[in-house]
């Protein structure tokens, strides 16, 4: 079966909106649905149920957000009893962040059904098939994310030419 491009480009523009909504749809346990934890807490939460324990600057490097970031989310996640943080014996000055042993069943379960998911969907696949996957959705990401910052600055651009326009030079 051959699929052109735009054939490609047409089915996914009809899957992703239905994935992420099946995304959004999953429950959150009863026992973590007073704790207000929102989407960008999942990724975090997921390199530390499926990697263990790790640094703050391990998980801000996985993330791809900076240290500061990470270290404000762990500091809510803490104080809502869902993280704990330890020194590490290796080196006193370092803190390995980990999920609690309260909280590790049911955010286990939060996750768990949509690594079922995917592991239904890329099982079948040999390796290659399942990292071209992979790279599809980074390329993804990225085309999706050069789009979002050539849109915002073609937007300040044009805020700048409409403030220029009404002030008669440039604005200082």
């Not at 600057?57 to 809510?76: F, I, K, Q």
């Not at 943080?85 to 980990?98: G, Q």
């Amino acid at each position: 079966m051959s699929t052109s491009v735009d054939d490609a480009v047409r089915a996914l523009l009809l899957l992703m909106p239905r994935m992420v909504g099946r995304a959004k749809r999953i429950p959150v346990p009863e026992e973590l649905q007073s704790l207000a934890l929102a989407p960008r807490h999942l990724s975090l939460l997921s390199y530390l149920l499926f990697d263990g324990p790790l640094t703050v600057n391990d998980l801000a490097a996985r993330l791809e957000v900076a240290p500061t970031t990470v270290s404000l989310m762990v500091g809510e996640l803490s104080g809502k009893g869902i993280l704990e943080r330890r020194e590490d014996p290796a080196d006193r000055r370092r803190r390995i962040v980990s999920i609690t042993d309260a909280r590790r069943p049911s955010i286990s379960a939060w996750l768990a059904r949509g690594a079922t998911a995917w592991r239904q969907a890329l099982e079948p696949l040999t390796p290659d098939q399942r990292q071209l996957v992979i790279d599809t959705l980074r390329a993804y990401e990225a085309a999706a994310a050069d789009t979002d910052s050539d849109a915002a600055a073609a937007a300040a651009a044009a805020a700048a030419a409409a403030a220029e326009s009404v002030t008669d030079g440039p604005v200082p």
